[in-house]
């Protein structure tokens, strides 16, 4: 089935430096990457829809300046948190879209912790 | 925009027994998916089943069934013969049929499954 690969799965930086985190699609064509935030013992909150080769759409209230995403190809999206501070920790989640409306797949997560 | 709740926080049930698990949608489209999404403490999401709402059967995957009433704009989940396994924080989501396919998720119902 179709697989998206998310890396680093953790990782801690310190407030002020930037933190890249990648999703790739294994097995299939990815036009759209959704990437969402998800706090403890919360929900999952859409944060912006990239489409391969043009600008992300981010949700209401989410920091483009702050959140960079990058969708240069059809196998990898890229979320950047930049400046990271300790508000910024949080749950980051990618998800592709595999068909029209039926299928949707996540990748692993990454868990972001800013000191 | 559409709305998707989940009334119930907190589930439990019997290893064994059967298990409902509530969730209601507010949309104005006719064309439109509906999922039920498991997350385990490893946080990977999981697709356990979904629903076309152009489809007036109830879908089924192994012990898992939907009860979709469309005119009600209700969607609820229900577990047959409860395994440990099937503990998890579990999600309803909705993804319009038109061209924006993001999901909206609800604020999910975290199951205990006691032995």
């Known amino acids: 089935g179709a697989v998206v690969s998310q890396h680093p799965s953790w990782v801690i930086c310190k407030s002020g430096t930037s933190v890249k985190i990648e999703c790739r699609s294994l097995?299939?064509?990815?036009?759209?990457m959704f990437w969402y935030r998800q706090f403890p013992k919360q929900s999952l909150m859409l944060m912006a829809t990239?489409?391969?080769?043009?600008?992300?759409?981010?949700e209401q209230g989410v920091e483009k300046d702050k959140f960079l995403i990058n969708h240069a190809s059809l196998t990898l999206s890229t979320l950047t948190v930049t400046s990271a501070h300790p508000e910024d920790s949080s749950f980051y989640i990618c998800?592709?879209?595999?068909?029209?409306?039926?299928?949707?797949?996540f990748g692993s997560g990454t868990r972001l912790t800013v000191v | 925009a559409q709305t998707v709740t989940q009334s119930q926080p907190e589930m439990s049930v019997q290893e064994a027994e059967t298990v409902t698990l509530s969730c209601t949608y507010d949309?104005?489209?006719?064309?439109?998916?509906l999922f039920w999404y498991k997350q385990p403490p490893s946080r990977q999401m999981i697709l356990v089943i979904r629903?076309?709402?152009?489809?007036?059967q109830n879908a089924t995957e192994n012990r898992f069934s939907v009860n979709f009433q469309k005119a009600a704009k209700s969607f609820s989940l229900k577990i047959s013969d409860s395994q440990l396994g099937d503990a998890a924080m579990y999600f309803c989501?909705?993804?319009?049929?038109?061209?924006?396919?993001?999901?909206?998720f609800g604020k999910g119902t975290l199951l205990t499954v006691n032995p």
């Open positions: 989501a909705y993804s319009s049929g038109g061209s924006n396919y993001k999901l909206t």
């Open positions: 998800s592709a879209r595999v068909q029209q409306g039926s299928g949707y797949t």
């Open positions: 990239s489409n391969e080769g043009s600008k992300a759409t981010y």
């Open positions: 097995d299939f064509q990815a036009t759209t």
């Open positions: 949309t104005s489209e006719s064309d439109y998916y």
């Open positions: 629903q076309e709402a152009y489809k007036q």
